[in-house]
């Protein structure tokens, strides 16, 4: 009887490697990747994690403003021009689809802790 259980439980497992993605959003944009004041987000379904790097330049004076956020996927990848501030600003969003992926510092991209705690008690099942 116990192996009738056993596909829900490994089925149960996974659930929660489906949940929607986890980024990293910025709380405004900053002239620094390290001064970002950065915070776990979940996305809603279909978004993309996005860094977006701005520069303008303006005479002697070069700028360079750093965001994150969850982003539908027609903003990936585009380059172009916006103003802000009375300034040009020549930016490029790069999007990635893991996980925390948009940090500066290299993230794992599935935690498997979870799926192994749950894989456990299934082989225990297994076993019995």
């Known amino acids: 009887m116990s192996h009738l259980w056993l596909p829900i439980v ?65 903003q990936c990848g585009l380059s172009g021009q916006k103003s802000t501030a009375g300034l040009k600003f020549n930016y490029t969003n790069v999007c990635c689809d893991t996980d925390l992926c948009n940090s500066a510092v290299t993230v794992a991209a599935l935690s498997w802790s979870g799926a192994s705690l749950c894989v456990l008690p299934a082989l225990a099942l297994l076993l019995s």
């Not at 996305?43 to 996005?50: H, K, W, Y």
């Not at 004076?61 to 994150?68: A, D, V």
């Open 10 to 74: 490994i089925f149960l497992c996974f659930l929660p490697l489906a949940a929607c993605l986890q980024c990293y959003t910025c709380l405004i944009p900053t002239v620094s990747p390290v001064d970002c004041i950065k915070f776990p987000q979940e996305c809603p379904a279909g978004q993309r994690c996005l860094s977006s790097t701005a520069t303008a330049k303006q005479g002697a004076l070069e700028m360079t403003m750093y965001e994150k956020s969850c982003a539908i996927p027609a």
